[in-house]
């Protein structure tokens, strides 16, 4: 057993969850920009790491890709699933520290799906809300438990505050 609040097996199935979350939205992304594959290559490489793939170079490089690919595209639905990639790449170098900072990396990933989704749909929270009810029903125990170990995070009074907080809650 290890000491490391967030393990290595705990980045492999928060990065799984993660991935299974934006991949989710990910056509929102394509249908804008059909020819830029960097978003779908970031998750691509947490899917390799999460089934027991090294943590390498090669991740780093699909995440700072996926920003770019945000920052290249004008359509605010595009830039937030983008962005959502990135934060899955993120996943697979989450620090282990006790600190509620943490818990918005872990939540990132879920919360930018669901911010894209309720966009595209014109701002409809509902649309956002069962996002994030279908990212807590899909998220494994591991995920829920790494949840548990982090001090709760400070939510700003946002939309994505509000959504980060039914996704902690959710979780717990």
Not at 98 to 118: F, K, M, T
Not at 127 to 132: F, H, I, L, P, T
Not at 143 to 168: C, E, H, M, W
Request: glycine share 8%; net charge positive; aromatic share 4%.
């Amino acid at each position: 057993m290890s000491d490391e609040l967030i393990t290595m097996i705990d980045r492999r199935r928060l990065g799984l969850w993660a991935v299974g979350c934006v991949e989710r939205v990910l056509p929102l992304f394509e249908s804008v920009a059909p020819g830029d594959s960097r978003p779908r290559e970031a998750l691509d490489c947490i899917r390799i790491f999460g089934n027991g793939g090294d943590r390498t170079k090669q991740i780093r490089t699909a995440a700072w890709a996926a920003n770019a690919a945000a920052r290249e595209v004008s359509d605010p639905v595009a830039v937030l699933v983008a962005r959502a990639a990135l934060y899955v790449a993120g996943t697979a170098y989450i620090h282990s520290l006790e600190s509620p900072h943490q818990v918005s990396h872990v939540l990132g990933p879920a919360v930018a799906a669901a911010q894209a989704r309720e966009l595209e749909a014109g701002g409809d929270e509902r649309v956002g809300d069962a996002e994030v009810r279908w990212a807590i029903e899909h998220a494994p125990v591991e995920v829920r438990g790494i949840v548990r170990r982090l001090p709760a995070g400070k939510f700003p009074k946002t939309r994505q505050g509000t959504l980060r907080r039914q996704l902690a809650e959710g979780l717990l």
